[in-house]
């Protein structure tokens, strides 16, 4: 069975620094997707990144980039040069290509100190 | 361009009564379509997908179902809410095949009293 792994429940990391989520993923599948998502306090999801498991380089958003280890079945999200805005609830997700189902994990809790 | 929609975005129900959200997406034609729920600052459970009108996937056994009774509208319904159910409801969409980014809904909060 599918299964996402999010092992850090609250991050405190002080302004300016940069910032590493852990993802962990179980599939039997080889085709899927990993995603990150932001949820702020006033609930919405905000997309920040996609790796897809065929893609040799790791993933870049501006501050967002993704580090993804495929053979350890990480998908790690980076922040680089953290602000007060990152402070939000995050979640690490993984679409299986071949039925659709999306899940995530339980999330990370980030809250950024000045 | 695609936009998605859901209501009510909040509900409070007494224990036994029924629920019907609704999810509308526009824009776009032949999405999959899911209903997640999040308990109070947990995270994301897949409650029901669908990849087309009439195929509902259901991931979690209990009071709630789902119906598509078109290809842009995704229905969750229960007859009798549990205490349990409460939540904050989440329908989302993407592209019917490959990669692509999840569009969620604003969200239902729902509350059983």
């Known amino acids: 069975a599918q299964k996402i792994t999010q092992t850090q429940p609250g991050m405190f990391v002080q302004e300016k620094e940069a910032v590493t989520l852990d993802c962990t993923y179980d599939?039997?599948?080889?085709?899927?997707?990993l995603f990150w998502y932001k949820q702020p306090s006033s609930g919405e999801m905000i997309f920040l990144i996609y790796?897809?498991?065929?893609?040799?380089q790791n993933a870049t958003e501006g501050r967002y980039s993704l580090n993804f280890q495929k053979a350890r079945k990480s998908a790690n999200l980076v922040i680089s040069a953290s602000q007060l805005g990152d402070s939000a609830m995050y979640f690490c997700?993984?679409?299986?290509?071949?039925?659709?189902?999306?899940?995530f994990g339980k999330g990370t809790r980030l809250h950024i100190l000045p | 361009s695609q936009t998605i929609h859901q209501w009510p975005a909040t509900l409070v129900q007494p224990v036994g009564s029924p629920l019907s959200l609704e999810c509308t997406v526009e824009g776009t034609s032949n999405p999959n379509l899911y209903w997640y729920r999040q308990a109070a600052g947990r995270g994301l459970q897949l409650l029901f997908y669908?990849?087309?009108?009439?195929?509902i996937s259901s991931e979690v056994p209990q009071n709630l179902s789902a119906s598509r009774p078109q290809d842009r509208q995704f229905i969750l319904s229960s007859k009798k809410l549990l205490l349990s159910d409460s939540g904050f409801y989440l329908c989302a969409w993407t592209v019917e095949s490959g990669a692509g980014e999840l569009f969620f809904g604003e969200g239902s909060r729902l509350t059983v009293l």
């Open positions: 997700a993984m679409r299986d290509l071949e039925d659709d189902k999306i899940i």
């Open positions: 599939t039997s599948d080889q085709s899927y997707g």
């Open positions: 669908s990849v087309g009108i009439g195929q």
């Open positions: 790796q897809g498991s065929y893609d040799e």
